[in-house]
């Protein structure tokens, strides 16, 4: 059942990937949900068409999405229907849809789809992760001055830990950089192209795909798992295993046990 579920939603991702393109680079009409945080009608049309697709095929699992809110449910779908709205808004091609499918308060399988690049990162508990169905691994750099972290922002926490965070991290010899979906930032950490993803709040709509995705591609997280991480978000930290600790120590996000001392 699970991996009958798996292969749905990676075809499903890509069908949303397809109807967010359509709206892709035009002149459209943007909300402002609140300080820096927008909204598309694109945003809200690919939720409603993952919310069908999935109620259609799956009428005894309950939905949680960015746009439309939901409950949490012994079986979950989890999804943001663009993530790096502001990216998206501005026709900046770094943007993608996120869905997790969580079992009791814990990911079991997770999809990251960036439209413009074609690229599908996904990931199933205890079976690894991919990029287009290639297996990929986390980085092996373990200095700091060779070391990407990207740390993500958002006006749910003050200016002023944001910028103890980026000068803790910059003092410790780490390039930083924010490139405006946390979603793609985690992928990007489960692939290697950066060390580590850092931010001191996400919803879970943001996160927990890509959390199980840089643990199965070899890397080291925070916990994220429970109710009340999904319904209200929390700290998240992902990185290579040769930085995770100074990080967590720079962050104060605490990493949960690696994968082999937890089982
Ligand atoms: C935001 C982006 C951003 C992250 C924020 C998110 P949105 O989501 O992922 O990079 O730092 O925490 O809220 O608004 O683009 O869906
Ligand atoms: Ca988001």
Redesign the pocket.
């Known amino acids: 059942m699970l991996h009958e579920k798996a292969d749905f939603c990676r075809q499903l991702i890509v069908r949303a990937g397809e109807l967010v393109m359509e709206g892709f680079g035009q002149t459209r009409a943007i909300e402002m949900k609140g300080r820096q945080?927008?909204l598309t009608e694109v945003d809200g049309r690919c939720e409603r068409f993952l919310r069908a697709a999935i109620a259609e095929a799956y009428p005894q699992d309950g939905f949680f999405g960015?746009e439309g809110g939901g409950s949490d449910a012994a079986t979950l779908w989890v999804v943001?229907p663009?993530?790096?709205?502001?990216n998206f808004a501005r026709n900046i091609p770094h943007f993608c849809i996120a869905m997790a499918y969580v079992e009791n308060g814990r990911a079991e399988f997770g999809a990251i789809y960036n439209p413009v690049l074609h690229e599908l990162h996904f990931a199933v508990r205890g079976h690894g992760a991919t990029l287009n169905g290639k297996p990929i691994h986390v980085s092996g750099v373990s200095d700091p001055q060779a070391a990407t972290v990207e740390l993500?922002?958002?006006a749910r926490i003050p200016n002023a830990d944001y910028l103890s965070a980026m000068s803790g991290l910059l003092d410790y010899g780490f390039n930083v950089r924010r490139a405006?979906?946390?979603?793609l930032?985690l992928a990007y950490v489960a692939d290697g192209r950066n060390e580590a993803y850092a931010?001191r709040h996400?919803?879970s709509w943001?996160c927990i795909a890509g959390l199980l995705m840089v643990e199965e591609a070899g890397g080291r997280v925070c916990s994220f798992e429970g109710s009340e991480k999904i319904l209200q978000g929390g700290p998240v930290l992902a990185s290579a295993p040769g930085l995770a600790e100074p990080i967590s120590e720079i962050m104060h996000i605490p990493l949960a046990a690696p994968r082999e001392e937890a089982r």
């Open positions: 945080d927008y960015e943001d663009i993530d790096g709205t502001a993500g922002w958002s405006g979906s946390g979603a930032g931010e996400m919803n943001d």
